[in-house]
Each structure stands twice: as structure tokens, then as C-alpha cells.
T-cell receptor, first 113, second 115 residues
Framework: DGGITQSPKYLFRKEGQNVTLSCEQN?????MYWYRQDPGQGLRLIYY???????QKGDIAEGYSVSREKKESFPLTVTSAQKNPTAFYLC????????????FGPGTRLTVL | AQSVSQHNHHVILSEAASLELGCNYS??????LFWYVQYPGQHLQLLLK??????LVKGIKGFEAEFIKSKFSFNLRKPSVQWSDTAEYFC?????????????FGGGTRVLVKP
């Protein structure tokens, strides 16, 4: 069963704690992405990676970090430096470059208390 | 700055009514265009896309969209909606540029179809 999985579906953390969101894909896609979805603002790009061991900042990278040690995995860490971390986080992947169609995972809803 | 605009934030209509959702972007070059849908409790799914060729593209579930380059628009249409079309719809655009391409999303339109 191919696709993108994100875990957990819901995540609660105390203010000041770092938290890591998981994203795994078995589509053999080279490129992976992290977006943040807030009501009325659509999706905004946090980080993207076009190949293993390489990643680039998106529009709202401050307070976030990523790694891409394996092709199928692209975890996102929300650090305590992120001022407003409560949001719905979506991971996506595409075959190769950034002009390709992106396919999305089910998302993780993070709530910081 | 590049932007994608979806003018309607909320749309309410009855079953069998026709639906048209507007999408405009601000970029004069080559674009790849997408419509995604997010049903309640489900993940974002691709409805249709346009890269080149016939500007009228057909997607899943009876949806279609028309690319009008002169108007920088990519409006989504469905002639007769069903209750199951209740969802949030996102237009997205990739601006094809020499130095990096980015998928930019509109703010979304929430559609409620009353049975």
C-alpha cells in the first residue's frame, strides 16, 4: 500500500518543548516537503528537500528544523523558538523537481499548551 | 511577490446546483496549475492539474477547470454538485522560473453543499 504516512495524527506539547513530527513515504519520490496549514491562509512552505542529505528553507522556516538522512524519511522538528507552533502540519512528496505534482500525507495536528 | 487568490472563502449551495470557484495568480510566465480538495477529516487530494496543452482539463469526480492565460485564471467548475462535495478546495500554482520553482497555495474555499 503506497503512500505518505505521518505520525502521530494529534500531538500535544507544553510550551518550550521541542517536538518532532514524522513523515515517511514509500513512493520512491526524490523530493519531500513540509507545509503548515492555518485557517484562511492556505498552505505555507516550511522546508523542502529535493534529494537525500540536502534541504532548503521555505517561506516560514524560522523555528523549524529538518533532516533528510534517508530517501523515504523527512522528519520536522518544531523548536521552542517557533512563536506560534499550534497548527496543522502537512508533509508532501513529488517524483523529482519542484515542478512536479505533489502528493500529501494525512497531516499532524500539533497543539502547544 | 507572487500570489494566488481565491476570492470566495465560503460557498454554500444546494445539491444539483452548479459550482464555480475562482482562482487567479499574479505571474506572467509559465505556470503549472493544480486544484486540491480536502474532505472533512481526510488528507489533501489532487483533483486535477494543468501543465500544458488543452486549457480545459477534466479531473476526478466530475470536476473540470479552465486555464485562461490572458486572465491569469484557473477556475474550477462542476455542473451539478452532491452533498459529498462538501470540502475545502485549494488552488495552487507553480511558477516556472530559472531560479527555483515553488508551489504557492491560495487561501482555500470552504464549500458546503446542503442536501
Amino acid at each position: 500500500d503506497g503512500g505518505i504516512t505521518q505520525s502521530p495524527k494529534y500531538l500535544f506539547r507544553k510550551e518550550g518543548q521541542n517536538v518532532t513530527l514524522s513523515c515517511e513515504q514509500n513512493l520512491n519520490h526524490d523530493a519531500m516537503y513540509w507545509y503548515r496549514q492555518d485557517p484562511g491562509q492556505g498552505l505555507r512552505l516550511i522546508y523542502y528537500s529535493q534529494i537525500v542529505n540536502d534541504f532548503q528553507k521555505g517561506d516560514i522556516a524560522e523555528g523549524y528544523s529538518v533532516s533528510r538522512e534517508k530517501k523515504e524519511s523527512f522528519p520536522l522538528t518544531v523548536t521552542s523558538a517557533q512563536k506560534n507552533p499550534t497548527a496543522f502540519y502537512l508533509c508532501a512528496s513529488s517524483i523529482s523537481g519542484r515542478t512536479d505534482t505533489q502528493y500529501f500525507g494525512p497531516g499532524t495536528r500539533l497543539t502547544v499548551l | 511577490a507572487q500570489s494566488v487568490s481565491q476570492h470566495n472563502h465560503h460557498v454554500i449551495l444546494s445539491e444539483a446546483a452548479s459550482l464555480e470557484l475562482g482562482c487567479n495568480y499574479s505571474y506572467g510566465g509559465t505556470v503549472n496549475l493544480f486544484w486540491y480538495v480536502q474532505y472533512p477529516g481526510q488528507h489533501l487530494q489532487l483533483l486535477l492539474k494543468y501543465f500544458s496543452g488543452d486549457p480545459l482539463v477534466k479531473g476526478i469526480k466530475g470536476f473540470e477547470a479552465e486555464f485562461i492565460k490572458s486572465k491569469f485564471s484557473f477556475n474550477l467548475r462542476k455542473p451539478s454538485v452532491q452533498w459529498s462535495d462538501t470540502a475545502e478546495y485549494f488552488c495552487a500554482v507553480i511558477l516556472i522560473k530559472a531560479a527555483g520553482n515553488k508551489l504557492t497555495f491560495g487561501g482555500g474555499t470552504r464549500v458546503l453543499v446542503k442536501p
